[in-house]
Structure formats: C-alpha cells, structure tokens
C-alpha cells in the first residue's frame, strides 16, 4: 500500500485533473467533487491492484468514470419516469471516452494532453521534439477523428 505522505502528493496532483476530466466527459461540477472524493478513496484502498500497465492518471480517470456511471445508474433505477426514449437513443456523454481510446497514436496522446491534461502546444511540441504547428495540426486532427467517430457511432443508433 502507497505511504500516506506519497499519497497525499498524488491526490494534489491528480484531483484537479480528474475534477476537470470528470466535467469533461458531462458529469456536473456538484457530482464531479464528491466523485473525485470517492475516486481517490477506492484508489487507496485498492493501490495495491494497479499494476502500473498503464499510467496513473488513467487508472484514477477509469475509477472515477465507473463511480459516475454507477451513480447514473442508481439514478435511472431511482427516477425512471424522467427518461425519455429520445434521451435513450442519444449517446452517453462519456461514449465519446471510449472514442479517444480507440484513436491511433498520436493523436491520442495529444488530445489527452490537451483536452483533458491542459498543456500548451509548446509544452506539448517540446515533448514530441516537433513544431508548435506539428502539436497544433495533431490536435486539430485528433479532434476531427473524434467528430466523425462520434458522428459514425450516432448514425447506428
């Protein structure tokens, strides 16, 4: 298990990230602070089972995508009556995660650090070791990708 003091270090680290990850995906800003909450209590407790296969940001944004879809779960068994079948035939806001997972490197890790990790094309150029345009163009793909993914995934429902 994490020592207390590398955890607290994680949890400054990554919970404004996963608050804003969380937001991103539709989850609203009331619900996003008690699921981050949450988040980082089953991280702790379950520290033990991440096997580093990928990063930790990723494994904390997977538990706390699973905490708000149970939620939204509890809440369509609590409130039936308020679902409409126009609102079931339209995809989930957080489908389009599942999108982001299936784009080919490296727009995948561009939009990840853009969008949801908030770096700079510079910083994000440096990283690559290309252009600032290269970081620009690569993000601007990646979010066209995800257009049309989305666009393909909304034409067979």
């Not at 539709?26 to 209590?41: K, L, M, S, Y």
């Not at 068994?77 to 079948?85: I, K, S, V």
Request: charged share 30%; proline share 4%; net charge negative.
């Amino acid at each position: 298990m994490a020592r207390m003091p590398e955890f607290e270090h994680i949890y400054r680290v990554y919970a404004p990230q996963i608050y804003r990850y969380l937001c991103s995906i539709g989850c609203p800003e009331h619900d996003a602070e008690d699921v981050v909450q949450e988040t980082f209590v089953k991280a702790l407790l379950r520290i033990d089972t991440f096997r580093g296969e990928c990063k930790l940001f990723v494994w904390l944004c997977q538990i706390a995508k699973n905490i708000w879809l149970d939620q939204l779960k509890k809440k369509k068994h609590e409130y039936p009556a308020e679902l409409t079948g126009n609102e079931m035939a339209s995809p989930h806001p957080f489908d389009w995660l599942d999108l982001v997972d299936r784009l080919e490197e490296p727009y995948r890790s561009v939009f990840i650090c853009v969008a949801l990790e908030g770096w700079t094309y510079d910083v994000l150029a440096k990283r690559y070791g290309k252009s600032t345009s290269w970081a620009r163009v690569t993000y601007y793909r990646a979010r066209m990708k995800l257009q049309q993914m989305l666009s393909d995934e909304e034409e067979r429902v």
